[in-house]
């Protein structure tokens, strides 16, 4: 069955830190990726996507996210992160074959002044 | 503007109760979802829908029933609730070509049965 592993759990950073959060899944044929962002008290937002083409993939507020198919990951980066970024970071993967969405556990983001 | 609604935000209830969570989108989509959340833990996809009258279980089994008798609107049922019920419960929808969908969600429904 595909699985998708956010190995950091909750990750606590200060203002303008890099940030990098790990996705591995583990399904071997064609994918399509997605990180979402939960704000506090806000619902579940698309942050970005990736279907095919440059596996480097940009999203918004900065964010970008590298698909790397030999090692079945989707990390996502930001170079400096804000206060303002404080959230849920929710890694999701769809198998070609299936309209199912399988997500991981979230990353739980903390940053701090 | 295009949106996923969902109502009521937030609900207590007693053990017994029915209850109907309600989602409706504008986005014009034919599929639609409806997820459990735990804290800490992932989604599970517990109902799905291609259109009208067309529902389907999801991987996480759930007492809960479903219909779309209106493209628009996709409701939850509880026709006893439980202390086990409670949690975090999703609606999305879903639009795009094949193989390039993109799931959008409402605000969620937090729900606590005592």
């Known amino acids: 069955a595909q699985s998708v592993s956010q190995h950091n759990h909750h990750v606590i950073l200060s203002e303008a830190a890099s940030l990098e959060l790990g996705c591995n899944y583990s399904y071997g044929g064609t994918v399509n990726l997605f990180w979402y962002v939960q704000y506090p008290g806000q619902h579940l937002q698309l942050l970005l996507k990736y279907f095919s083409g440059d596996p480097l993939v940009k999203g918004i507020k900065g964010f970008e996210a590298e698909f790397i198919k030999s090692k079945f990951s989707f990390n996502l980066r930001k170079p400096s992160v804000q206060w303002s970024d404080t959230a849920e970071y929710f890694c999701a993967v769809r198998s070609y074959n299936t309209d199912k969405l399988i997500f991981g556990t979230g990353t739980r983001l903390q940053v701090f002044p | 503007e295009a949106d996923i609604y969902q109502t009521p935000r937030y609900l207590v209830i007693g053990t017994g109760k029915k209850i109907t969570l309600e989602c409706s989108q504008t986005?014009?989509?034919?599929?639609m979802y409806w997820y459990q959340q735990d804290p800490g833990m992932e989604l599970h996809l517990i109902h799905y829908?291609?259109?009208?009258?067309?529902?389907e279980k999801g991987d996480l089994s759930s007492e809960s029933t479903v219909s779309r008798i209106r493209t628009e609107h996709f409701p939850l049922t509880l026709e006893s609730a439980r202390p086990s019920h409670t949690s975090q419960y999703l609606c999305?929808?879903?639009?795009?070509?094949?193989?390039?969908?993109?799931?959008?969600f409402g605000p969620g429904t937090r729900l606590l049965v005592l």
């Open positions: 986005m014009g989509h034919d599929k």
């Open positions: 829908s291609y259109g009208v009258n067309s529902t």
């Open positions: 999305a929808s879903s639009g795009g070509r094949m193989q390039q969908e993109t799931q959008y």
